[in-house]
C-alpha cells in the first residue's frame, strides 16, 4: 500500500519545525516542502533567501538553533572586515552562509532556475525532502510603517519588528507564474498541512502567487493548519502583530480567517481549548495537541498526529 502524498507549506522557523518533524516521521519519503520566497533580497551583491536556508539547514541539522537562521559554529571575518569598508552589516551573514549565497547568485546569473538552485542547496546538505518554491519570480514581503515601506528584513531585522504595521504587500505576486511541479504537487497531495508559520507573510507570501491558491482550493487533498499561536502569542516573530495590522482577531479565529476559503482542519495547542467550539462552529474539524515544538520528539509527534488526525478525517468524509 503507498503512503499519502504530504505537502507542507512552510516560512520562518515554525514552518522550518514542522519541515524537521515530518522528515523524522513515518511520512518522511512521501513529502515535499514548499517554501517562501517572498523574504528574499540582496545583499552585498548577493541574493539571500532566509526562508528557504532556514528549512534546508534545520534539515540538515546545520542551523543555529539559539538564534533560530543561519549555520551553526559560524565565524564572521567577511562580515567585520564588510563593516570596517563601512558596508551595513544590520543582516547577519556568516561566512558559511555567505557561500550558499555567493553559489545561488552565481547560478542565477547563469540563468538557472531558482527552483533548481534550492535542490542543489539541499543535495549539497544531504536533504532529499523535496524543497519546491511557489515561483521562479521574485516576489517581495513589503512592509508599510509610519516612516514608510520598508522590505521584510528591514522590518524583521534591522528594526526588530518594532514599527506599526499598516499594510503588506507582495511586490511582483501579481505578474508572477507558479512552478509547475508546485502545482501538480498540490493537485496530487492527500494531506496539505499548512505550518505554524506567520500567516501573514510567510504563508499568506506563498498563497499570493497566483496558481498556487488555486491549486490548495481545488485539490482533493485534505488541507489542515497548524495554528502559530499559543495562548494568544507567538514563539517567536511578529504574527500577533501582523494579524492584529490586517483587522483579524489574535487567537485561533484570526488564524482561520486567513485560510478559510479552503481548509479543512486546524489544530491549536490545549492552552486554547476554549476557542475550539467556536472553529467547529465554522464546519472545520479541531485537534487539541500540545503545539509547542522544542524537541525533535515534539516535531515528530506534532506533525505525525495532524497527518493522522487529517487522514482519518478524510476518510470519515469520503464514507
Known sequence: MSKPTITLLAGGVGGAKAAEGLAASRYADSTAIIGNIADDDEFHGLWVSPDIDTVIYSLANQI???????????????????KAFGEDTWMTLGDLDLA???????????????????QRIAQRHRVSIPILLPTDDVV?????????????????????????????????A????????????????????????????????????????????????YVIAISPLINGKTIK?????????????????????????????MVIDSSDE?????????????????????SIKD???LLEQTIDYALSCKKLRVA
Not at 154 to 167: G, K, M, N, Y
Open 64 to 82: 543555529d538553533r539559539k538564534q533560530g537562521w543561519g549555520r551553526v559554529n559560524e565565524s564572521h571575518q567577511v562580515l567585520n572586515e564588510l
Open 100 to 118: 550558499t549565497h555567493i553559489m545561488r547568485t552565481k547560478l542565477r546569473y547563469e540563468g538557472i532556475r531558482p527552483s533548481v538552485i534550492a
Open 140 to 172: 517581495q514581503t513589503q512592509v508599510k510603517t509610519d516612516a514608510g515601506w520598508l522590505s521584510f528584513q528591514e522590518f524583521f531585522v534591522r528594526e526588530q519588528c518594532h514599527p506599526d504595521v499598516l499594510e503588506v504587500q507582495f511586490e511582483g
Open 174 to 221: 501579481k505578474s508572477a507564474q507558479a512552478c509547475p511541479e508546485t502545482v501538480q504537487q498540490i493537485l496530487q497531495s492527500d494531506v496539505v498541512v499548512i505550518a505554524p508559520s506567520n500567516p501573514i507573510v510567510s504563508i499568506g507570501a506563498i498563497l499570493s502567487v497566483p496558481g498556487i491558491q488555486q491549486a490548495i482550493e481545488n485539490t482533493q487533498a
Open 237 to 265: 516573530g511578529p504574527a500577533d502583530k501582523l494579524l492584529k495590522s490586517a483587522g483579524l482577531s489574535v487567537d485561533s479565529m484570526g488564524v482561520f480567517h486567513c485560510y478559510e476559503n479552503f481548509l479543512d482542519a
Open 274 to 294: 476554549s476557542e475550539a467550539l467556536a472553529l467547529k462552529n465554522t464546519g472545520l474539524d479541531v485537534l487539541v495537541s500540545q503545539t509547542f515544538m522544542q
Open 299 to 301: 516535531k515528530q509527534s
